[in-house]
């Protein structure tokens, strides 16, 4: 079964830093990648490996953001720099793989969510 489980959002200052986690489960890490949802927005993407192997990164997170792994624990980071109050929003990892229940190979599995909340 596949999990993911995101955490370390929280309110913070504009300026200051986060660093989300995504603990999966039941799937490669490999590529998961970070999305986020405004309210009143559609979900966009944040940063996510390409099949390339290297990272995209929305421009609006392109030097302030880093997606990183730790393959041990199986867990996708996102460390969040100098924060705005417009990246207030609720953050989803998302992780790409086989539904044999459903008989798909590329199935979108996301997470709960964690909600970050930027103030001026």
């Known amino acids: 079964q596949v999990q993911l489980v995101e955490s370390g959002g929280g309110l913070v200052q504009a300026g200051g830093s986060l660093r989300l986690s995504c603990a999966a489960s039941?799937?490669?890490?490999?590529?998961v990648g970070w999305y986020r949802q405004a309210p009143g927005k559609q979900r966009e993407l944040v940063a996510a490996?390409?099949?390339?192997?290297?990272?995209t990164y929305a421009d609006s997170a392109k030097g302030r953001f880093t997606i990183s792994r730790d393959n041990a624990k199986n867990t996708v980071y996102l460390q969040m720099n100098s924060l705005k109050v417009e990246d207030t929003a609720v953050y989803y990892c998302?992780?790409?793989?086989?539904?044999?229940?459903?008989?798909?190979?590329?199935?979108?599995?996301w997470g709960q969510g964690t909600q970050v909340t930027v103030s001026s």
């Open positions: 998302k992780a790409v793989g086989p539904n044999i229940r459903i008989g798909v190979l590329q199935y979108d599995y």
């Open positions: 039941g799937i490669s890490i490999n590529g």
């Open positions: 490996p390409t099949t390339g192997g290297t990272t």
